[in-house]
């Protein structure tokens, strides 16, 4: 019994090494997989959302991420000021902005 040994860890240790190379060509093929799908659109997106937010002015009709509708009372440098009712002014963040509405939208609704 004991000649069974010597050969099962003689077998383990002759079993061939991958190549480096195809790892390292995995591993780049990976970051660029990444890159092309995830971070890239999400770059776009970021970039598309912040000239958004700078474009913003009195008298837009917006979407916020909440769902909530308003127009544009004020703008500062962080701070919109919305009215979402008559008489009604709710301060916001400008990130929490969704997407800015055609005019007129709101009394359409």
């Not at 050969?7 to 383990?12: E, L, S, V």
């Not at 991958?18 to 997989?33: K, R």
């Not at 919109?80 to 009604?88: A, D, K, M, Q």
């Amino acid at each position: 019994m004991d000649f069974f040994i010597p050969a099962a860890m003689a077998q383990d240790a002759a079993q061939p090494q991958g190549n480096p190379m195809v790892t390292l060509l995995m591993f780049v093929g990976l970051f660029v997989f990444m890159y092309l799908f995830i971070i890239r659109p999400q770059r776009k997106r970021q970039k598309e959302h912040q000239n958004l937010v700078s474009a913003l002015s009195k008298g837009d009709e917006v979407v916020m991420t909440s769902g909530l509708l308003g127009k544009i009372l004020k703008v500062d440098d962080n701070y919109i000021v919305l009215e979402t009712g008559e008489n009604i002014e709710q301060k916001f963040q400008k990130v929490a902005v969704h997407a800015v509405l055609p005019k007129g939208t709101i009394k359409s609704i």
